[in-house]
């Protein structure tokens, strides 16, 4: 039982890290034309409603958002190329400062479709209520990962006695192998405290997208 125990957090612990890794990697999913910024920005803009964009702006920023929100209302009346430019440029500023806002650079709006598998896959569970398809992707591969290396660390350790350039190969596969669990380690361990809940009487650490 302790064994299967330990085998589940090992998972779990993979999952969380690759989670947290995949969770930097994806802020560009906030560029694209169909990631959830703009796909909001879309709809508030038809709607003419600017109260669901401004979850994605600091306080701070939303008197320039809805200072530009109801310009771009006013220039989209003046016809379809008008409106292509006005929409364009308010989904742009929108996503530059929400970017700015996470400490990232804006470099441009990406095509639609440019978006990592994985983070494909949140969106869609976060739809269906279900993680179980996420946390198969990436525990699958976070699995597939560490048996890659520690598969090619056992072949180069037989070897490693034989002369020093086999040794350096062993060495250098090595630090790969250990370096990989234990950064999926710490990122998993650093994840779970950061979700604990605050400690009564303590203000709460703020959360960053």
Known sequence: MKKKAGIGFIVMAIVFGILLIMSRRASAHCDTLDGPVIAEARQALEKGDITPVLKWVR????????????????????????KELADMYFFETLVRIHRASEGAPYTGLKP?????????????GLDTGSADALVKMITDAAAKGIRE???????????????????????????????YVDRLHMDA??????????KKGGAEEPHHH
């Open 59 to 82: 306080k701070e920023d939303e008197q320039e958002i809805q200072n530009l929100f109801r310009k771009t209302i006013t220039v989209r009346g003046k016809g379809a190329e008008a």
């Open 112 to 124: 639609a479709g440019q978006v990592e598998p994985a983070v494909a896959a949140a969106d869609k």
């Open 149 to 179: 290396r520690h598969t090619h660390t056992i072949e180069a350790k037989k070897h490693a006695g034989h002369t020093v350039a086999a040794g350096r190969e062993f060495v250098k596969r090595y630090v790969e192998f250990t370096h």
């Open 189 to 198: 361990v650093a994840g779970a405290a950061h979700h604990e809940a605050p």
